[in-house]
């Protein structure tokens, strides 16, 4: 049996209104103890303004061997594109 603690992945966002980013893992017992070893961690230099930590067995990732199958579908739909409006100069950030 292993005496090792759960891991956890880490997301920190940056400012408010920006996304959270994973920034890497801690081992921790429980959600509490990896906010804390995150925080410890990942915001020394006041670097965040939230904290997510995740079970990393909770997450379930795409195997990139599958990604012709799983993304080539959307190459034919074409209306998710947005190429049959234009945008204003005057509009940013889209």
Do not use: C, Q
């Not at 603690?5 to 959600?31: M, Y």
């Amino acid at each position: 049996m292993s005496r090792e603690l759960p891991l956890w992945e880490v997301f920190v966002r940056a400012k408010n209104g920006l996304s959270h980013r994973h920034v890497g893992s801690v081992h921790a017992a429980d959600a509490r103890m990896a906010i804390e070893g995150a925080r410890d961690v990942y915001t020394r230099r006041l670097e965040g303004v939230s904290l997510w930590v995740v079970p990393s067995d909770a997450i379930t990732a795409s195997d990139p061997g599958e990604a012709a199958s799983l993304f080539e579908p959307a190459e034919d739909k074409v209306y998710r594109h947005p190429t049959f409006y234009v945008v204003p100069d005057n509009i940013k950030h889209i």
